[in-house]
């Protein structure tokens, strides 16, 4: 029995010890297929953003129970756009911060006057958040990071943004406002950076409002049709 057990024991720590095989070829996951370019029809030029297409919106930490959700409605931008050249394309964009949204059940007390107040945004000493590109880099067919200055309370520092160009079209059919293009970037900010430090956590709490803020983009800008270029149907 005891010389049953010692061969047993053996075979096992000569089991455990042997190195494990390499993974055949074919049990390899195969490699993702690189992403196709975006559609894309439009042309290059300055184009406007749809303010009827287009949210600022972001995200916070409450208290670390949630991601708590608001949003700007007071926004504009122009973009420089160049299909054939994604470096050289720019954008300029502002926000109004009076135009804080946050669905706050109550009028009284108004939770987007005093988020626009001095503790925090103090629209009105600093009425206008700004973003002004200095670099793209082009990360792939459809997505670039785009830096740029990030005026925030007074305040400029450097801020990237992840950006997907979503495609686009030339001025004609069912679309009135001419060429259109689209896309969708997001970048995340410290506010307490700016001077919004009011409710941040204190060092391993969460009993707060967390300091960093992640800013989600959804953009569309058009151009005007050329003159004398065929107008879409009734």
Excluded at 127 to 156: C, H, M, Q, W, Y
Excluded at 178 to 185: Q, W
């Amino acid at each position: 029995m005891k010389r049953a057990a010692w061969a047993i024991a053996a075979l096992t720590v000569s089991a455990c010890s042997q190195p494990p095989a390499e993974k055949t070829k074919s049990a390899e996951a195969p490699a993702a297929p690189a992403a196709a370019p975006a559609k894309n029809t439009a042309p290059a030029g300055e184009y406007k953003l749809d303010k009827t297409h287009a949210s600022v919106t972001f995200r916070v930490n409450h208290l670390g129970m949630s991601r708590y959700t608001a949003r700007f409605t007071g926004i504009d931008g122009v973009l420089q756009f160049d299909p054939a050249n994604p470096a050289a394309m720019s954008i300029m964009a502002s926000v109004d911060p009076k135009s804080i949204e946050t669905d706050f059940p109550l009028e009284e007390p108004d939770f987007d006057e005093e988020l626009a107040g001095p503790q925090w945004l103090d629209a009105a000493k600093f009425p206008l958040i700004t973003f002004k590109s200095t670099k793209v880099e082009p990360t792939g067919a459809n997505t670039a990071k785009v830096t740029g200055d990030f005026t925030l309370r007074g305040v400029t520092r450097p801020l990237v943004l992840d950006a997907t160009f979503n495609g686009g079209y030339a001025a004609g059919g069912m679309d009135p406002m001419g060429a259109r293009i689209g896309f969708s970037a997001q970048g995340k900010i410290k506010r307490s950076d700016f001077g919004v430090s009011y409710g941040v956590p204190s060092p391993g709490s969460t009993f707060g409002v967390g300091d960093e803020v992640e800013i989600l983009i959804e953009a569309e800008f058009t151009q005007p049709a050329p003159a004398g270029a065929a107008k879409p149907p009734a």
